[in-house]
């Protein structure tokens, strides 16, 4: 099992920038940490991820903005988050891949974003 908790959310104006935070906790072996967010009224999207290695990919349209890093010892990832828009606001949820392919979602953070 795999447990992981978000921080970092909240309230911040257009233009400014935010840096979330996740952390894993168990004994399974993680290869793949991410991040998504859901929008109000649209479906969860990915944003980015980071593998064990360090290799990065970025969703297309989350690309210039917003950097993922990860600490492989802490067993965290995070996201850098950059001249925000009120366009990204959302929930924002880590997610979690073991070695074994099962997936792990935190219970996410709010981020507003307000112009």
């Known amino acids: 099992q795999v447990q992981l908790v978000e921080s970092g959310g909240g309230l911040v104006q257009a233009g400014g920038s935010l840096r979330l935070s996740c952390a894993a906790s168990g004994t399974i072996f993680i290869n793949d940490m991410g991040w998504y967010r859901q929008r109000p009224g649209e479906q969860r999207e990915p944003i980015a991820s980071?593998?064990?290695?360090?290799?990065?990919t970025y969703a297309d349209s989350m690309k210039g903005r917003f950097t993922i890093s990860r600490d492989n010892a802490k067993k965290a990832v995070y996201l850098q988050m950059n001249s925000l828009t009120p366009e990204d606001t959302a929930v924002y949820y880590c997610?979690?891949?073991?070695?074994?392919?099962?997936?792990?979602w935190g219970q996410g953070t709010q981020v507003t974003v307000s112009s």
């Open positions: 980071a593998l064990r290695d360090g290799s990065t």
């Open positions: 997610a979690a891949r073991t070695f074994g392919g099962a997936k792990y």
